[in-house]
């Protein structure tokens, strides 16, 4: 089983729609989760952690479930900028060191 | 504030040539350090972290090696290339802790 798992997509979806992403993870002891865009070709930038209560930026809620082990991200009324691959990804700890685990990444498309 | 340069952006080897990718992060001390590559259509899988001078861990065996010789200075070592080693490579840093995974922009390897 791979360690963050995510539906690779692709979502094509209108403008003004609302679309909602999924992410499970496999390891309990994760601590902290993100979720990261990428644009083809360039390296991948942040969107926004995701606290336990659930958190919101603008048209973006994150939202993650311990017990699950699930992470989803929200974008309400898309736009044709949010085009782009979306990743989901948590932390480990090995060693005293954190490292980023990265899902393979939903692809989104919208369309005018 | 800090940022992070990685170079060459793009670079074209034949196989069995040998490889140096170079990462250097400015304005920050003792940062964590990390080698991705997402092969095409893929997500990031990471190759090496590093959490202070000459000290390296490896997440995959193979033919890629990794250094850091200076505390914000990271690279990416191969002797001899395979043709499976094509790919984006990403450098990435953080401060220590979880936050923030910072990302250089890339190098863009294809290995003929």
């Known amino acids: 089983r791979k360690e963050v798992e995510q539906d690779p997509g692709p979502f094509n979806v209108p403008e003004g729609a609302t679309v909602a992403f999924n992410c499970t993870y496999s390891n309990s002891a994760s601590q902290s989760f993100f979720w990261y865009r990428q644009d083809c070709r360039k390296e991948p930038k942040l969107l926004m952690s995701?606290?336990?209560s659930g958190n919101e930026d603008g048209r973006f809620t994150a939202q993650l479930n311990r017990a699950s082990q699930y992470i989803s991200l929200l974008i309400r009324d898309s736009k044709l900028s949010d085009s782009a691959t979306y990743l989901c990804v948590v932390t480990i700890t090995t060693s005293g060191t954190y490292k980023y685990i990265f899902g393979t990444g939903t692809r989104l498309k919208v369309l005018a | 504030s800090q940022t992070i340069h990685q170079w060459p952006a793009t670079l074209v080897q034949p196989v069995g040539s040998p490889l140096s990718l170079e990462c250097t992060v400015e304005?920050?001390?003792?940062?964590?350090l990390y080698w991705y590559r997402q092969a095409a259509g893929r997500g990031l899988q990471l190759l090496f972290y590093s959490v202070g001078i000459g000290q390296i861990s490896s997440e995959v065996p193979q033919n890629l090696s990794a250094s850091r010789p200076q505390d914000r200075q990271f690279i990416l070592s191969s002797k001899k290339l395979l043709l499976s080693d094509s790919g984006f490579y990403l450098c990435?840093?953080?401060?220590?802790?979880?936050?923030?995974?910072?990302f250089g922009e890339g190098s863009r390897l294809t290995v003929l």
């Open positions: 995701v606290y336990s």
């Open positions: 304005g920050t001390s003792n940062p964590n």
């Open positions: 990435a840093w953080s401060f220590r802790g979880t936050g923030e995974l910072f």
